[in-house]
């Protein structure tokens, strides 16, 4: 296969993409493989790709191609999810624009407008993140309100209500006046909002004297049937058993004493609203008190509030303020911080209202999901969300399930008058009323349906079990489940994440997933959330365009540190798009050789080649002990700078022939071989500049991908090797930059002694790496001597000092100053170092090679402090 001149993606990302999903390389079956079983976060039916949609799918898709490469039977189940508030207002607003109205439309009638919008529009995300590479089953693509997912909702419903742990009771809910539902307590998002504190007289019945009521929400004051003060309040003892009249409308509601009433805020003094107040609710239960409802489901004033009917309630809140000052009512108004509750859909204030809901009984099922996580049975990463995770789930009260909409799961209960019948079926439901009222002669048309659907997360907490129809069949549930890993962000923890761990084991008995990893939020420089509105989101398709998948892939990653937020920039999209072009080149470069079998091998180009592999080894041990803990940006910057650095840079610079000379066969197929091996370990990553090189470097047969090829197993290491490769990149670079600094030619020869040593005796005594040190840095000879030579410019390379001859004086403040600063620098590191090593948590849970690599570093760190001491010593006796 050839390559084009320059690296273009889009003229073969396409092209891979097809070929992968032509060869089923994305579908799993069941075998006798190891499974790795990822389910997708299931994005709304109504989402476009978004750079959290990136990020997310981007870990997950690195995750699911490394287990291939590892050889197991990797299954990443994608779909949708309907998304009952979002969808049902963008299907009633597309109407609306065709000048049709919801209410003038049956139930059957809007849904089949819904599911022609669904059919329609509904995968647009999951084409998009093919565009990514994402390497999901899409033979499996499930949709939440398909036939298999439906069929386990309803299953779970009646189970829940069989069991006793789910009911339905008249409550106070949070009400979204705009999507007209009630919302959940995780879908009500709070923020400090500027309002104001109203502070208004209360006539006491009978009397001249009146109180001072302090309230946020003068416009419920015609629902209000109590004023309540604290019993411990000294102010109002002289009340008790008084009565006072509701402002503007005289309407007369008792003086009570409640513990709840907090005497430093306002006057002490409460206005009680049992019908919009969740508090006012409670103490109204306790005292018996009326509860009037003056606000409409849409949020406007309803009969019962007598003044400005059908006004909206914050328009309402400006007239009767205006009423209660123009009635020499209202004392004074002052601006005031609150927390104010918003619906996570649409934004739209929520206003507590009473309702007849569904409820599930949390704390019942809620102790397992803790003492699994709690017990790192389910592990989270990073840890921290632990404690954010017990905290709530501590505190967890029932979920509200019921939603007032039509696109969603119809609640499979049936009414007959006031009795409830919850089953599968309505024709269960009719044979469970035959017997309870002892009537054979019911029909299906005596039964009436509850007409909410259900909560959109009452699916979505049993998606890891119902991907696989868990409550049908066996097969596939018993292999792929429980799941390898959750990767998802860290603001659904409750929403999703909880719920899904409680619902595995109340019907699995078991954890949903092993691993739950938390992302990150994008952000822009300034820290700020990705959003439309702010004009900061990137289009995540034009950024495919621009850099390419993988630039994009690599942008992101680079500075996605674990469970971190990520600051993103396109310029780490166009440093990807160039790591591309570097690759591109490097393989030019290799396919451009000429190969003369007749050449002897180079002792150099053999020892290269051997610190090759035990370099790629060692880095290796690094990406997987990286991975292992999900620092998928630490593993990707050290596989990057393994790239360049040690193949691109020294690998291939040591074998190179010089210009227009020919090759041996040996250099050439070793290049290609280690170059086909950085294409396994970076195919995670970047998956489409791999398997296009991949193919350029050598023919393969049918079949023969780098995204099915095997992940380079772990082999030994040869620490004396590193050392002395790692001596001759160190003198090689500061031989360099001694030519820079004093201005000589690139490639006159210069004259190098080394300081005997260990050290450069090993190193003297490795003959290729001898000749790769003279190659590179331009050597006349290198030597080793036990003097302190004049007339050079010394440097230290591992621990052992080295000497430069140099035919001009030499600046010794310059040289003294250097040394310094490299004595300072070294302190620095070996204090970083000492300080790594003393932290107890990474001593015992870091990897045994990566800890001896640090004792190593603290060795080797000083050493060198002892010889820069001693040529500091040296240069200031000059």
């Not at 007849?356 to 099922?365: C, E, K, N, R």
């Not at 053999?606 to 035990?614: G, I, L, R, T």
């Not at 204090?831 to 932290?839: A, C, D, F, I, R």
Request: hydrophobic fraction near 40%; aromatic fraction near 10%.
């Amino acid at each position: 296969m050839q390559l084009s001149d320059s690296y273009n993606p889009s003229d073969f990302e396409e092209k891979w993409y097809a070929h992968w999903e032509n060869k089923g390389y994305f579908h799993s079956e069941p075998d006798e493989r190891e499974a790795f079983s990822v389910v997708i976060p299931p994005p709304n039916v109504t989402g476009v790709l978004h750079m959290g949609h990136m990020l997310n799918n981007t870990i997950q898709d690195i995750l699911v191609r490394k287990a291939r490469l590892d050889g197991k039977n990797a299954c990443w189940v994608p779909g949708t999810d309907h998304a009952s508030i979002a969808t049902e207002a963008k299907v009633v607003r597309l109407l609306r624009e065709k000048g049709i109205k919801k209410s003038d439309l049956t139930r059957e009638e809007f849904l089949a407008h819904a599911w022609e919008w669904k059919d329609k529009y509904g995968g647009i995300i999951l084409q998009q993140l093919k565009k990514l590479g994402a390497s999901a089953d899409w033979e499996r693509t499930a949709f939440t309100m398909d036939e298999v997912r439906s069929d386990g909702v309803t299953k779970v419903f009646v189970d829940l209500y069989n069991k006793g742990k789910l009911y339905r009771k008249l409550r106070m809910v949070n009400w979204d006046p705009e999507a007209k539902t009630v919302l959940s307590n995780e879908e009500v998002l709070y923020k400090d909002e500027h309002s104001k504190l109203y502070y208004i007289k209360y006539q006491i019945e009978d009397s001249d004297e009146y109180l001072e009521v302090a309230t946020k929400r003068p416009e419920t004051i015609m629902g209000d049937t109590a004023v309540a003060v604290n019993p411990k309040d000294e102010r109002y003892q002289h009340l008790k058993g008084k009565r006072v009249l509701v402002p503007l409308i005289g309407r007369s509601v008792p003086i009570i004493f409640d513990d709840y009433v907090d005497i430093e805020f306002g006057t002490g003094a409460l206005k009680v609203t049992p019908a919009h107040d969740p508090n006012d609710y409670e103490i109204g239960q306790r005292h018996d008190l009326e509860v009037i409802a003056t606000i409409n489901e849409d949020g406007t004033l309803n009969e019962k509030a007598q003044l400005h009917i059908g006004e909206d309630r914050f328009k309402a809140r400006k007239l009767v303020s205006k009423d209660l000052e123009e009635a020499g009512l209202m004392l004074k108004i002052e601006d005031y911080q609150s927390s104010i509750g918003r619906s996570e859909r649409t934004n739209a204030v929520v206003e507590p209202m009473l309702s007849l809901q569904w409820y599930v009984d949390m704390p019942s099922i809620a102790k397992p999901a803790l003492d699994a996580v709690m017990s790192d049975t389910v592990q989270f990463f990073p840890e921290k969300f632990k404690n954010t995770y017990r905290h709530w789930m501590e505190n967890i009260r029932d979920w509200c399930i019921s939603r007032q909409l039509w696109w969603g799961h119809r609640i499979p209960a049936w009414f007959y008058n006031d009795e409830v019948f919850v089953a599968e079926s309505v024709e269960e439901a009719l044979e469970q009323a035959k017997e309870k009222l002892n009537n054979p002669n019911l029909t299906l048309d005596d039964l009436k349906q509850d007409e909410d659907v259900l909560d959109t997360w009452f699916s979505s907490w049993l998606w890891p079990i119902t991907v696989f129809d868990g409550f049908n069949s066996k097969e596939e549930i018993d292999y792929y489940y429980p799941t390898s890993v959750l990767v998802t962000g860290w603001d659904i923890i409750f929403l999703w994440v909880a719920r899904m761990i409680m619902a595995g084991y109340e019907w699995k008995n078991e954890l949903p997933f092993k691993h739950v990893y938390f992302t990150g939020m994008v952000r822009d420089q300034k820290r700020r959330k990705m959003s439309k509105s702010l004009g900061n989101s990137p289009d995540a398709l034009k950024l495919i365009e621009e850099f390419g998948a993988d630039g994009v892939r690599f942008g992101m990653l680079s500075c996605s540190p674990a469970g971190g937020d990520l600051l993103f920039d396109d310029k780490l999209c166009l440093q990807g798009k160039n790591f591309c072009n570097k690759m591109w080149n490097a393989t030019k470069l290799i396919k451009g050789w000429e190969i003369d079998e007749s050449l002897t091998t180079p002792i150099g180009n053999f020892e290269a080649a051997q610190w090759f592999e035990s370099r790629k080894n060692q880095v290796l041990v690094e990406v997987q002990a990286n991975m292992s803990e999900y620092r998928l940006s630490e593993a990707l910057i050290t596989i990057y700078s393994f790239i360049w650095n040690d193949f691109f840079s020294s690998f291939l610079e040591y074998i190179k022939p010089e210009y227009q000379k020919p090759i041996d066969k040996y250099s050439v197929e070793k290049a290609i071989s280690f170059y086909s091996e950085i294409c396994t370990i970076l195919h995670p990553f970047m998956p489409f500049i791999t398997e296009e090189l991949w193919h350029v470097l050598q023919e393969r047969k049918e079949g023969e991908d780098c995204m099915m090829s095997r992940y380079p197993k772990v082999g030994d290491m040869d620490q004396s090797l590193l050392a002395d490769f790692d001596m001759l990149k160190d003198a090689t670079a500061k031989i360099r930059d001694v030519r820079n600094k004093n201005q000589l030619k690139p490639k006159d020869p210069l004259k190098v002694q080394a300081k005997e040593s260990d050290e450069t005796l090993k190193f003297l005594e490795r003959r290729g790496a001898v000749d790769l040190l003279k190659k590179m840095a331009f050597l006349e000879s290198f030597e080793l001597t036990n003097d302190d030579p004049e007339d050079t410019v010394s440097f230290i390379s591992g621990k052992s000092a080295f000497h430069v001859f140099v035919e001009k004086e030499i600046n010794i403040e310059e040289e003294l100053e250097k040394a310094k600063a490299d004595l300072k620098h070294q302190e620095g590191f070996v204090t970083g170092v000492e300080k790594k090593l003393s932290n107890e948590r990474f001593v015992n849970n870091a990897p045994a090679a990566v800890v001896e690599k640090e004792h190593k570093k603290l060795a080797d760190g000083k050493a060198r402090i002892e010889q820069l001491k001693t040529l500091i010593a040296k240069l200031s006796n000059l």
